[in-house]
């Protein structure tokens, strides 16, 4: 089994509605991350989060929400999805070594229309 | 916050050497890693600097001047399977309080094609 899990792999929705990705990880890693992917753009920060009780901002928040619901899980929102939200999502974790960098899922392709 | 450049797209030639320049400016600084990563998939860690100097691993090795806010990436004896995007990334650690906010903040890679 993969160390951090995203599911959906895929996902087409349309404008408007609620979509949820989840991520969950086996690593017992603190640290929690959303990053979205775009051509040209590179890996720009969502959300954040270093222990259940603790969630932040990244740069690109807006249209956004996160739920850390256990160590092991954090899951990314779109409350109303709209088509420039179209992306490669990744969900990453990091542990306390500061030369461990990241472990990312294997990323979610949702596709708005 | 961060400022981190790459060029967009290199090509060279199987058994050749490639070095992926990448500059950057920040408001804190703990280290730079390189990831590679093949379309579709999730990035792979390869290497880590936090000292100035040359780091090996094998194929690749990584280098840092923290003077100068530049690091390469060093692909030796290309193979087509170094065909990939390579990203940059910083590590800012910024503060929230009394705790160190460990994040990275991400060039937009660089493609390699690795041609025969």
């Known amino acids: 089994d993969a160390d951090v899990t995203q599911t959906p792999r895929n996902r087409i929705t349309k404008t408007g509605k609620r979509i949820m990705l989840e991520c969950s990880q086996t690593?017992?890693?603190?640290?929690m991350y959303w990053y979205r992917q775009d051509p040209g753009l590179g890996l720009r920060l969502i959300y954040y989060s270093f222990d259940v009780k603790d969630i932040n901002k990244g740069e690109i928040s807006d249209g956004y929400s996160v739920s850390r619901q256990a160590q092991a899980k954090f899951s990314l929102s779109l409350e109303s999805a709209i088509p420039n939200q179209t992306a490669l999502y990744f969900c990453?974790?990091?542990?306390?070594?500061?030369?461990?960098?990241?472990?990312f899922g294997s990323g979610t392709r949702l596709t708005v229309v | 916050g961060q400022n981190i450049d790459q060029p967009t797209e290199m090509t060279a030639t199987e058994g050749a050497i490639v070095q992926i320049n990448c500059t950057y400016q920040t408001s804190g600084f703990n280290g730079l890693f390189w990831y590679q990563q093949h379309a579709g998939e999730a990035p792979t860690f390869l290497s880590y600097n936090v000292l100035d100097g040359l780091e090996e691993k094998g194929r690749f090795s990584s280098f840092l001047s923290r003077s100068k806010g530049y690091s390469y990436l060093l692909l030796k004896e290309l193979q087509m399977k170094d065909s990939a995007s390579y990203l940059c990334?910083?590590?800012?650690?910024?503060?929230?309080?009394?705790?160190?906010?460990?994040?990275?903040?991400f060039g937009a890679g660089t493609t390699v094609t690795v041609r025969a």
């Open positions: 690593k017992g890693h603190d640290r």
């Open positions: 990334a910083v590590r800012d650690d910024g503060r929230i309080g009394s705790r160190v906010d460990y994040k990275l903040s």
């Open positions: 990453a974790t990091s542990g306390k070594q500061a030369s461990g960098g990241y472990t």
